[in-house]
């Protein structure tokens, strides 16, 4: 399993609803995860989620954005053909145009210090 | 003291440097950290994490319209107008560009969705509404908008020619059909009557065969009469013939009559000496006078009467002999006339026979044709039914769809 490495220039953004449930997709997204447009939206955002992520990574995501917070945080996704790759993620709450509830992720390079951090931090938590 | 001074000065150059790599996008966060120790370079310090903090506290803003911005107008590009930006940066410059987004796609959605509202009105056929192009104030959506409107009118257009052209097909093929109607249920009766016509001159022409046949016979018939009464002509005329030998016969015979009368009156006397000398003779004579008597009775008177009684019958004969030979003589000259009269019969009525028979063909000419007609009559009235139907549609169509100028129309056509 190889990682893909993000560029200086790469935006990952999502959009979910309340739930979890895939909304929209840019083509960063696609790009990197494998995936086109129509297999990301409707699907749940956990469909990138790497194993070695530690659960209570995610936990603290969701607490965080449910409380009206952003939630900052370097996080191991997979790709569609089992690849992986890391991401600078900040995931915020928002209203859409309708007035209804949703999150957005926009992800961008990390660091190397904050990938070696991140696998020594996961590794404490798991 | 000295050393810590270096030391302060060094973490705070350090803290630049970071605050530098962050700005040139390098690294994407500062963690502060306090590494000073003098008041002075705590100070500056604190100076330096608090604008620190404001600049990351700011870009998590800004990232936030930054990312739904991002997503907007991806979603543009892929054809979902109806998003808003709705997260709010400090900068408002950032905050700007958001509000002049959101209007843009606040104008593109109202004026996709009225233009979606009346496309499906004309998708359930109602043509009367336009897009309000006035939202824009040129370029492509204004062409857009203002071509669709133009297709609209080009619609009326051709809606209302198709209405008007279904009510006056519809008129006229009504008319057809009563026409056909009228046309079909006429040629029906011609054919039938020319059936019972047909079926007329055959008896006609039966019955005149029949008529000619026994024409045939009554010429057969007279010529044998005509044959048979010229022999009834020649033997009344060898009658007369025998009848004249008769009567000369007769004459003879009254001649040999006479000159026996003669003998008879000589006789008469010799028997009347005859009974004189019987007398005479006595008693002796008495027989011989009885036989003088008798031969005195066969005086000739009876048989002079007798041959008057011939003489007056042959007379009589001769006389029907003669007339019986000139009633022959009508009777042939009659026969002849009537043998004539036949024949002119019977020519008649072969040329009449022939006359039958032409009519009889024109009537089965005219039969077929009749038929053939009505054949025809029953197709159009089938086709103009048909007519009547597409029209009926066609009208029924127009009448589901809603246009400018639809009751002006109806009025004028009906």
């Not at chain 2, 019958?313 to 009659?334: H, P, V």
């Amino acid at each position: 399993m190889k990682e893909i490495k993000l560029d200086k220039n790469t935006m990952i953004v999502s959009e979910t609803d309340e739930k979890g449930i895939i909304t929209y997709a840019n083509s960063d997204f696609c790009l990197i995860a494998g995936y086109e447009k129509y297999e990301l939206i409707g699907q749940h955002h956990n469909l990138v989620r790497h194993l070695d992520m530690p659960k209570a990574a995610f936990k603290d995501l969701w607490q965080t954005v449910q409380s009206g917070q952003i939630w900052k945080g370097i996080v191991k996704n997979k790709t569609k053909s089992g690849d992986f790759y890391w991401v600078n993620a900040t995931a915020y709450p928002s209203i859409d145009a309708n007035g209804k509830k949703r999150y957005i992720s926009v992800r961008v390079r990390p660091t190397n210090s904050e990938i070696s951090n991140a696998i020594e931090l996961y590794k404490n938590l798991k | 003291m000295f050393l810590s001074k270096k030391k302060d000065q060094k973490a705070i150059l350090d803290s630049l440097d970071i605050l530098e790599l962050y700005i040139k996008n390098d690294i994407n966060a500062i963690v502060n950290t306090k590494n000073t120790k003098s008041k002075y370079h705590k100070e500056i310090e604190k100076r330096l994490h608090s604008i620190v903090d404001l600049m990351q506290n700011t870009d998590d803003k800004n990232l936030m319209v930054y990312g739904e911005i991002m997503l907007a107008c991806e979603k543009i590009s892929d054809g979902y107008t109806n998003d808003k930006i709705t997260s709010v940066s400090d900068d408002n410059k950032i905050n700007y560009i958001a509000k002049s987004l959101n209007d843009m796609f606040q104008k593109l959605n109202k004026s996709i969705n009225n233009a979606l509202d009346i496309l499906n009105e004309y998708k359930g056929q109602n043509y009367l509404n336009k897009i309000d192009s006035s939202i824009f104030l040129g370029g492509g959506l204004k062409n857009l908008f203002e071509g669709i409107n133009s297709l609209q009118e080009k619609i009326t257009e051709q809606v209302s020619q198709n209405y008007t052209q279904g009510l006056q097909l519809q008129s006229q093929s009504t008319t057809l059909t009563a026409k056909s109607d009228e046309l079909s249920a006429s040629s029906q009766e011609q054919s039938v009557a020319i059936e019972q016509t047909s079926a007329a001159i055959v008896e006609i022409n039966a019955t005149m065969s029949n008529n000619l046949e026994h024409v045939a016979e009554m010429l057969v018939l007279g010529t044998k009469i005509q044959e048979e009464s010229k022999k009834g002509a020649l033997l009344s005329k060898d009658t007369n013939l025998a009848m004249d030998q008769i009567t000369e016969s007769t004459t003879k015979a009254f001649d040999s009559i006479n000159q026996i009368s003669q003998i008879a009156f000589q006789t008469n006397i010799l028997s009347l000496n005859a009974a004189v000398e019987a007398a005479t003779a006595g008693e002796a004579g008495k027989g011989f006078a009885v036989v003088a008597q008798e031969v005195r009775n066969l005086v000739a008177k009876e048989i002079e009467s007798l041959m008057n009684i011939l003489q007056e019958r042959t007379q009589k004969g001769k006389d029907i002999a003669t007339s019986m030979n000139l009633g022959y003589i009508d009777l042939i000259q009659d026969i002849n006339k009537t043998v004539s009269l036949i024949n002119h019969v019977s020519d008649s009525a072969k040329e009449q026979e022939i006359g039958v028979s032409q009519i009889s063909d024109a009537i089965n000419q005219i039969d077929q044709e009749v038929q053939s007609n009505a054949a025809i009559a029953y197709d159009v009235k089938t086709i103009a039914t048909g007519n009547n139907e597409v029209s009926n549609q066609i009208v029924n169509s127009s009448e589901k769809m809603k246009f400018i100028g639809k009751n002006e129309i109806y009025a004028k056509l009906n």
